[in-house]
């Protein structure tokens, strides 16, 4: 079992920066692939990026790639998401996931899902 907690999130102006931080429970963090996804209101949520369990492999959608990076650091049990030179399109709650199969996680099927964080980018 894994409990999942986004912080981060916020206010930004158009071109600003936000990292946003997803804090996993126990002791088996490393044992998970990771995901961000992110949805505005009324819309599926869409996925951003994912990470493997050790860090060696990542994935990014093609909007997403070279504005947002993903990292973890498995020793605070804790997956970052950098996002760079926000749009007001990037407006949206972003929620992190979590599941021992990638392939789960990266198409929105991870068993493990936070409550989000609100980014709201300003033009």
């Known amino acids: 079992q894994v409990q999942l907690v986004e912080s981060g999130g916020g206010l930004v102006q158009a071109g600003g920066s936000l990292r946003l931080s997803c804090a996993a429970s126990?002791?088996?963090?490393?044992?998970?692939?990771m995901a961000w996804f992110r949805q505005a209101p009324g819309k599926e949520r869409e996925f951003i990026t994912a990470?493997?369990?050790?860090?060696?492999?990542?994935y990014y959608a093609d909007s997403m790639k070279g504005r947002f990076t993903i990292s973890r650091d498995n020793a605070k049990n804790t997956v970052y998401l950098q996002m760079d030179n926000l749009k007001p399109e990037d407006t949206a709650v972003y929620y992190c996931?979590?599941?021992?199969?990638?392939?789960?996680?990266?198409?929105?099927?991870?068993?493990?899902w936070g409550q989000g964080t609100q980014v709201t980018v300003s033009s």
């Open positions: 996931a979590a599941d021992t199969n990638i392939l789960q996680v990266r198409t929105g099927r991870g068993d493990y």
């Open positions: 126990g002791r088996t963090f490393s044992s998970y692939a």
């Open positions: 990470i493997n369990w050790s860090g060696g492999n990542t």
